[in-house]
């Protein structure tokens, strides 16, 4: 338990802080307590930290790109989008300051308490409107041991993909019509949440700071405790574009909006004519597994997390190849974006388990968020793919026994690892080849994920030495079947030994 003078000492120190955090544009909402909302605090279980299933479900634009830190007491778990713009710069430098600003903090809190844990966890929807405008909303939270309540981040970026630019809110609206802009969120607002009416006395443009663009509606988001009692939530507000009428700049809503300017095709190319054939070059033979599994002979479990992503398909192209098989841990908000790389994961032999829903770690969360982190992402690889198996990986790798209770519960067994080898902090084909080359055995379950393109890199190297070296490369499923037989519920598995 803290003394008086240490919290005293702690919120000083996190005050001189802010400024900094304001600079770098994290806008992390500290969780103030309003007098109406001590009976919804004082709940058996925590308040989640967002409605996990309204958000981060959207990939419209731009592919993935991820901070990770997967080791240590502050795991960290950021993703954002990159399309190839000159935009691309100012989300990227959002992403990492953020993460600076986090680690800062967090190192302030180790030096009052060495065992002190902490996640930093920030996820994103993007989409296209109109061909033209990309609307791109980040979201998520930093928590550790010694804050009293997690920290929520927002952030929204618009892009005008056709100027390469990003657009101010001032470009959005016409902040010369303020009062009937406000007038028209505090109706709509109202009529989602009647908890926020007492609340609107304080409404002003402040409340503008996150804008969103989707088809039919401007999305206004708030942060977490930010305007409104930390037990209402996250809250988005939609205002219809017609309803917005002129105060809306960026086309008339009564006409189509502005099409992207048409792009010129590029000319064909003919072949060269009058050239001589391509020499033959020498054929060495592909190493390729047999389909049928001998239990008695050496087998591996390659695995990969944090997918499905633009390089799960060098992965499968590889495992096809060589008739090899692999398992995928997803994480249940990029299923969707995605499914057909799950349903030719599936049909390709390999095999398809959750890492949760958006990579939070479980040991943090209330029992009905563990729950639902593990069965909504199951129920959506079923959905998608018509197939499920009773497992899981948590993400991090971190469980204690109120998950392996919950997973028992459920009927799934928990899938670790033996061999991990760290290629989300050693991008380079190399390290990752000799990572997995170095510590292979009979039964091992190796660690990677398939997010980062040059562990894809690495498999064109390990795939078919693995096989010359006489390993099945076989699912987790497989593996734990043949060398212990049924699965049990809540068992924490490491490897095939």
């Not at 618009?158 to 001032?170: H, M, Y």
């Not at 591996?300 to 992965?315: M, Q």
């Not at 390709?348 to 729950?371: C, F, M, P, Q, Y």
């Not at 971190?398 to 690892?417: C, H, P, Q, R, S």
Request: negative net charge; hydrophobic residues 40%.
């Amino acid at each position: 338990m803290k003394t008086r003078k240490t919290l005293l000492l702690y919120s000083v120190v996190v005050l001189l802080l802010l400024p900094i955090i304001i600079s770098v544009s994290c806008r992390m909402a500290t969780q103030d307590v309003h007098p109406d909302e001590i009976s919804h605090e004082s709940r058996a279980e925590p308040l989640p930290m967002f409605a996990r299933a309204e958000y981060f479900v959207i990939t419209e634009f731009g592919e993935m790109n991820h901070i990770l830190q997967n080791e240590g007491p502050l795991g960290v778990y950021i993703r954002y989008p990159q399309w190839g713009g000159r935009t691309d710069l100012y989300i990227q430098r959002w992403a990492y300051d953020t993460f600076d600003a986090a680690v800062a903090d967090f190192e302030i809190a180790l030096t009052e308490d060495p065992d002190a844990r902490g996640t930093l966890n920030i996820q994103f929807d993007s989409r296209l409107v109109h061909d033209r405008f990309a609307s791109i909303i980040k979201r998520g939270y930093f928590s550790h041991t010694g804050l009293a309540h997690p920290m929520t981040i927002t952030e929204t970026f618009n892009i005008d993909t056709v100027e390469d630019r990003l657009l101010a809110n001032e470009d959005i609206l016409d902040f010369g019509q303020m009062d009937f802009i406000l007038e028209l969120m505090a109706e709509k607002l109202t009529e989602t949440q009647p908890d926020a009416e007492p609340f609107l006395v304080y409404l002003d443009a402040s409340w503008l700071s996150y804008l969103s663009l989707s088809p039919n509606s401007l999305v206004v988001m708030l942060a977490r405790g930010e305007f409104l009692p930390a037990y209402i939530g996250s809250v988005k507000i939609e205002l219809p574009y017609v309803a917005l009428s002129t105060a809306f700049l960026l086309w008339d809503v009564y006409t189509e909006p502005p099409a992207s300017p048409p792009t010129e095709a590029a000319p064909a190319t003919e072949p060269p004519r009058d050239t001589a054939p391509p020499s033959p070059s020498v054929i060495t033979p592909l190493p390729v597994q047999p389909q049928e599994l001998d239990p008695n002979l050496p087998m591996v479990a390659l695995t990969f997390d944090d997918g499905p992503s633009g390089y799960t398909g060098k992965i499968l192209d590889l495992l096809e190849q060589h008739g090899g098989r692999a398992t995928f841990m997803v994480l249940g908000n990029l299923i969707n974006a995605r499914q057909e790389t799950l349903t030719r994961t599936i049909a390709l032999g390999s095999e398809v388990i959750g890492h949760s829903w958006d990579h939070r770690n479980l040991t943090k969360l209330s029992a009905a968020e563990i729950r639902a982190e593990i069965s909504d992402t199951s129920a959506l690889i079923a959905s998608v793919s018509g197939v499920s198996w009773p497992m899981f990986r948590p993400p991090y790798g971190a469980y204690n026994d109120t998950v392996k209770a919950i997973a028992a519960e459920l009927g799934y067994a928990i899938i670790y690892w033996s061999v991990d080898t760290l290629d989300w902090k050693n991008r380079d084909p190399d390290w990752v080849y000799n990572a997995v080359m170095n510590d292979v055995a009979d039964g091992a379950i190796v660690l990677m994920h398939d997010i980062h393109g040059t562990t894809a890199d690495a498999m064109a190297r390990v795939i078919p030495r693995l096989i010359e070296q006489g390993y099945q490369l076989v699912t987790v499923s497989e593996l734990l079947y043949h060398r212990h037989g049924v699965l049990e519920p809540g068992r924490v598995y490491y490897s095939g030994r």
